[in-house]
Structure formats: structure tokens, C-alpha cells
């Protein structure tokens, strides 16, 4: 009599590991290289324009919003990369439910600080943009178009930066649950 034998893989959780691991390594690369990229365009952002005769700079220098913007995600850039090492090293060791709540802490952190950093880039565009009457702020993106619409990228590119780490951070926090 023959015997027959069940057709699930020999370990399910080797397999469910593997698809986490590869979810962990593109996802850190794709949140490196969206704040890498948000940071660049940030920085090369500028454009002078003359008005009544007379000459505006617009850099992101002049607005210590979009420098924390700038910093923001350039250290997010750089310990995102220091991670993508750390789980390298791990492959070789085993990730533990110890190294993932150490990347839970990690991707908590360069969350809030990405998230911080958006938001701070996101309000001072709101007001280039439309402007604050109430405040007697006027637009300056009617004007400044090229870089209204650099700064803009930079910050969507920072959003996606946002999500990528946010995922990381649930699944960090839930294989970091079996400690």
C-alpha cells in the first residue's frame, strides 16, 4: 500500500521568514533612496526671479522649516543604510525576536523623524503656495514655479519615505513579539 503524503512545504516558517527578510531589504532600500532623493532635490532646489526691478532668492536655506526638512531625511538616508547593514549581518546569524525589536525601535524612530521633518516641509509649502491672509502672508509659488515645484516633489518623495517605514515599523513590531 502506498502512502501518501501531504503536499505543504516542508517548513512553512522558513518560507514565511524569507518573505519577511525580502520585505525588510526592499523596503529599507526604497525608503533610503526616497529620502536620499527628497533630500537631493530639496537641496538643489533654488530659482531667482526679479520683481520690480529688484532680485529674490528662494533656497532652502532661508527657511529653518526646510532645513530640518533637508537634515530630516538625509539622517534618515544614512541609519536607514546602517540598518540595511544590520540586517545583512543578521542573515548570517539568524534574525532574532531581539534584532527585530532593535529595527522596531530603529524604524519607530526614523519614522517620527521623517514624519516630523514632512510635516514641518509640508506647512511652510501650504503657505508658499496659497499663502495666509490672516497672517498677511503672501504666495510666492506664482512667482518661484520652478521651485514651488521641486520643494513639492521633495515632500512627496519624503511621504513615500514615511509609508516605506511605517510598514518596516508593523513588521518590526510584530515578529519582535515573540520575545
Not at 531589504?25 to 530659482?47: C, D, E, P
Not at 521623517?114 to 497672517?135: D, E, F, P, Q
Request: charged share 15%.
Amino acid at each position: 500500500m502506498e502512502r501518501s503524503e501531504a503536499k505543504f512545504p516542508e517548513n512553512p516558517h522558513r518560507k514565511t521568514n524569507m518573505v519577511t527578510l525580502c520585505a525588510q531589504i526592499g523596503l529599507r532600500i526604497m525608503a533610503m533612496s526616497t529620502a536620499f532623493a527628497a533630500t537631493w532635490t530639496i537641496v538643489t532646489a533654488k530659482q531667482t526671479v526679479e520683481v520690480f526691478g529688484m532680485q529674490f532668492d528662494a533656497r532652502y536655506t532661508y527657511s529653518s522649516a526646510f532645513k530640518f526638512f533637508a537634515f530630516a531625511n538625509a539622517f534618515a538616508c544614512c541609519f536607514t543604510f546602517l540598518s540595511l547593514m544590520f540586517v545583512f549581518f543578521y542573515l548570517r546569524h539568524g534574525l532574532t525576536p531581539t534584532s527585530f525589536f532593535l529595527l522596531f525601535l530603529h524604524d519607530l524612530f526614523m519614522m517620527s523623524l521623517m514624519l516630523s521633518g514632512v510635516a514641518a516641509g509640508t506647512a511652510i509649502g501650504y503657505v508658499g503656495r496659497y499663502g495666509n491672509s490672516h497672517a498677511g502672508w503672501m504666495e510666492i509659488c506664482d512667482r518661484l514655479e520652478k521651485y514651488c515645484d521641486r520643494v513639492t516633489a521633495s515632500v512627496l518623495l519624503a511621504y513615500l519615505s514615511v509609508v516605506c517605514l511605517l510598514v518596516l515599523t508593523v513588521i518590526s513590531a510584530g515578529k519582535s513579539r515573540q520575545i
